[in-house]
């Protein structure tokens, strides 16, 4: 094995360049062959049981533990629409969320929240507003006399903003469910709009309105 190293070549010759056919070196075969087991030890990891994250699963996961950390800080403040919006990005949340309501709701919105007794909640119409917010006060608060309960004991403000922020993953979905009530997101826009607009400014909010004319 030692080196009585004999370069062969290929009998032909173009324009008297000939080629070598020596032995691949070992130290280039054992890279060869090494990124060959590698590259299933990488697809047995990452895909077939998942073990490791690819990029995208850790990208995910680190959104989601940012959410879940800003959402601590939100918990025990108010509820806004923020906070609810960003506990759609949980999957903790909403998985939470998704229980309470089958538990809870399914009953009455039908288990693809598509409604029954209840509104379908993933269409584009609502009696009581598609906002978060308004979302999330129809739970609290119910609507007595049309057989939708306030869940405000029953669940509890923590529980209750875990099952708005499953609804809101199903708002939108348009399953094929009960025939839309109420009116639709963009009339809702515009009154909504419109409320907002009435409400008194913060002193300190705002630039000064740009001058005409100057
Ligand atoms: C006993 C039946 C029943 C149960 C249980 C029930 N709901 Fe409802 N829900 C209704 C009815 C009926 C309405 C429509 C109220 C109306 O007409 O004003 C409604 C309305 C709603 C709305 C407002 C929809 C809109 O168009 O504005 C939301 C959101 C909602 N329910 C969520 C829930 C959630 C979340 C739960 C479980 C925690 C739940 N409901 C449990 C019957 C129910």
């Known amino acids: 094995m030692a080196d009585q190293h004999v370069d062969v070549t290929l009998d032909h010759s173009f324009d008297g360049i000939q080629e070598y056919d020596n032995r691949l070196p070992n130290w280039w075969l054992f890279t060869l062959y090494g990124a060959v087991v590698f590259s299933v030890g990488y697809w047995l990891f990452y895909h077939t049981f998942g073990v490791g994250f690819t990029q995208?699963?850790?990208?995910?996961?680190?959104?989601?533990?940012?959410?879940?950390?800003?959402?601590?800080?939100?918990?025990g403040k108010e509820v806004t629409a923020e906070s609810l919006l960003l506990m759609t990005k949980v999957t903790a949340q909403t998985d939470?969320?998704?229980?309470?309501?089958?538990?809870?709701c399914v009953q009455c919105h039908g288990p693809q929240a598509a409604g029954d007794i209840g509104p379908n909640l993933t269409d584009d119409f609502w009696i009581h507003g598609p906002e978060p917010l308004q979302i999330y006060n129809t739970?609290?608060?119910?609507?007595?006399?049309?057989g939708m309960q306030a869940w405000k004991d029953q669940l509890g403000p923590v529980r209750v903003r875990q099952v708005v922020s499953f609804v809101l993953t199903r708002k939108g979905l348009n399953v094929a469910g009960k025939a839309p009530q109420g009116k639709s997101i963009a009339e809702w826009?515009?009154?909504?709009?419109?409320?907002?607009a009435a409400e008194p400014k913060p002193a300190d909010a705002g630039t000064p309105a740009p001058k005409s004319g100057g």
């Open 96 to 104: 939470a969320g998704a229980k309470i309501f089958q538990q809870k």
């Open 189 to 196: 826009d515009k009154e909504n709009a419109a409320l907002k």
């Open 139 to 146: 739970v609290m608060n119910g609507v007595q006399d049309k």
């Open 56 to 75: 995208d699963e850790s990208y995910n996961h680190e959104v989601e533990v940012a959410a879940q950390e800003q959402l601590q800080r939100e918990m």
